[in-house]
């Protein structure tokens, strides 16, 4: 499992009713099953990905978090998780308003597009920024919605969302220590994870 | 099993199935109380002490109860034995499987060949109009007489998915996990259309007799061959009888209309029409024209989401049933829309709900043919539930 994957597990209560937006090959659910008797279940935009997962008996669906998050009912799940997703969801504010209805909680995992190699390449060379997390050109890209860390926290307050723990991480997945300034953070974060509850919780 | 006697044509080879009497009956959402029930069904593995390892395979329009093992009346292997079976994907080494023959089916159930307690006469085109609620009633009467009280896994593939939603709706504490396969909640208006044009093309043929061909000592067996032909494109795609058949003719003298000294319209014959002809002609031999009109017509008025409301979430709200749904992306009969319209009213009613698109070209029939990654999900299905089911069972 990722590294980023077990910090998200860390933050999830045992036994709790876990929904894995972007579930990929199982490994979380599975792993929230097997270890904290999590009722886990997954939605994957990849058939081989979504068949592999039932194939080792884990309850995911052919889905994606554009449009299969309005059907579930209000407070269906514990925690909603999006790993690494957010930027290449095509209403990234509406996914994470449906996130904090049909979830007491949200997880979200973004890469970071505050890094300072990315601010220096697009100052220096004055094209489309290209690192190891941010592999792709621009004209073949799925991450069509970048933001940073103060781009997401700004949301969340506009949003009236509760930030209850925020971390930065390296791209291996591994946290990094910037816990205490936003703005160190957001200069050398690669990635950020958030775990997020509607205002009143 | 043996030929006890081989009656008129009209009735066809009579064999001895295993069957259960069920002499108190069942009353038919119709309103008529069917009694003596008669059901006709086989098992294979073995039940366990607990009585909780009982999976329920539904069969589909013209299939039967000769789930893993050769059936008497084709000589054929069973209709799902490269799924059922030690160590296969419905692995009878576990589970103790069940199959039943449907209400108003010709392979031994309670139907239109059976004879009416009033008028000691066959029911004949006169047997009432069953629904899949009555069908699955039927089959919960044997899940009672066999001693089970809760199912572990219900699967069943088109109109057997039909049996298998409608169970997990009337039945939601009896069914641990279904599996609805190839599937739609609704009878769409285009699969109504298909069955309409099979019931005229047994209504037009002179051997009908209204129903009554069998004190005529006839079948309608051009018009149920028709319908079978027309029905079976529907279980197939256009890239599976390109593949298969292609344009090529047949050369074989015996099967084609004999050339004359003029040129003839039918000289040839392509090789799908062969094909065509030949499940046509095989269907009528093991297939009663009145079960073919009965049952199409319990998949016609079938409308889960229509009896709750018109939200198909209704039935499925605080079930505690694991579902799996499964599709086949060349599946025109029963699409992946369609599904896809199922899984999102489970999610609604906030169900466990895994949902795959198999890919296939072989459109709807693809459910009952070798498809690797079909017979994954299913063993894959079965193993995780099986699992959580042992989980469960350790917390209580």
């Known amino acids: ?201 | 099993m043996d030929i006890s006697a081989s009656q008129s044509i009209a009735d066809g080879p009579v064999y001895t199935h295993r069957t259960v009497r069920l002499d108190d009956g069942l009353d038919l959402e119709c309103g008529v109380h069917l009694a003596p029930l008669e059901i006709a069904y086989c098992t294979y593995g073995t039940l366990s002490p607990a009585r909780d390892n009982a999976i329920l395979v539904c069969h589909a329009l013209t299939g039967d109860q000769y789930l893993a093992e050769q059936n008497p009346l084709t000589g054929k292997p069973g209709w799902w034995d490269r799924m059922v079976g030690p160590g296969l994907p419905i692995d009878t080494d576990r589970y103790f499987v069940v199959c039943s023959n449907v209400l108003g089916g010709c392979m031994g159930t309670t139907g239109p060949r059976s004879i009416c307690a009033q008028t000691g006469k066959a029911w004949d085109s006169e047997f009432p109009p069953i629904t899949m609620h009555d069908i699955v009633a039927t089959q919960a009467k044997l899940i009672d007489y066999l001693g089970i009280d809760r199912l572990f896994a219900v699967i069943g593939g088109s109109m057997g998915g039909m049996q298998a939603l409608t169970w997990a709706a009337d039945f939601p504490d009896r069914v641990f996990a279904a599996m609805p396969i190839a599937t739609s909640p609704f009878h769409s208006a285009q699969n109504i259309a298909f069955n309409e044009v099979s019931r005229q093309a047994i209504f037009a043929d002179p051997d009908w007799h209204d129903g009554h061909y069998r004190d005529f000592d006839a079948i309608p067996a051009r018009g149920l061959g028709v319908a079978r032909m027309m029905a079976h494109i529907t279980y197939l795609s256009e890239e599976a009888l390109s593949r298969k058949f292609g344009r090529r003719v047949r050369h074989d003298a015996a099967t084609a209309v004999p050339a004359s000294s003029s040129p003839s319209l039918f000289g040839e014959m392509f090789e799908v029409e062969s094909y065509l002809r030949h499940q046509g002609s095989t269907f009528v031999r093991r297939f009663d024209a009145n079960s073919y009109l009965t049952i199409t017509r319990a998949m016609d008025y079938f409308d889960l989401a229509a009896e709750h409301d018109g939200d198909l979430a209704n039935p499925f709200r605080k079930s505690q049933t694991r579902f799996c749904v499964v599709s086949f992306s060349s599946d025109w009969l029963f699409p992946t829309s369609q599904s896809r319209l199922l899984v999102r009213a489970l999610n609604r009613a906030g169900a466990n709900v895994s949902f795959v698109e198999i890919e296939s070209d072989r459109g709807h029939d693809a459910f009952l043919l070798d498809e690797p990654d079909f017979d994954r999900t299913i063993r894959g299905f079965i193993n995780g539930a099986a699992e959580h089911a042992a989980f469960l069972a350790g917390e209580r």
């Open chain 1, 1 to 201: 499992m990722r590294v980023d994957q077990r910090l998200i597990a860390e933050m999830i209560a045992p036994r709790a009713r876990v929904l894995d937006v972007g579930s990929g090959d199982g490994t979380l659910i599975d792993y929230l099953y097997r270890t904290r008797s999590c009722d886990a279940r997954g939605i994957e935009i990849d058939m081989q990905n979504v068949t592999q997962s039932v194939a080792h008996g884990l309850p995911v669906m052919h889905g994606d978090a554009d449009h299969d998050l309005a059907d579930y009912p209000d407070d269906t799940f514990d925690y909603v998780v999006l790993q690494r997703t957010l930027q290449a969801v095509e209403r990234p504010r509406e996914v994470l308003r449906q996130m904090l209805r049909i979830g007491r909680h949200a997880i979200v995992s973004f890469p970071n597009f505050g890094h300072w190699r990315l601010r220096l390449q697009l100052l220096t060379t004055g094209r489309m920024p290209m690192t190891s997390v941010w592999s792709t050109p621009w004209y073949s890209t799925p991450n069509i919605h970048p933001c940073t860390i103060r781009d997401f926290l700004l949301l969340c307050e506009e949003e009236g969302y509760v930030v209850q723990q925020w971390l930065a991480i390296d791209e291996d997945g591994a946290r990094a220590p910037w816990r205490r300034s936003i703005r160190l953070a957001n200069l050398f974060g690669e990635q950020a994870m958030f775990l997020l509850s509607r205002a009143g919780h």
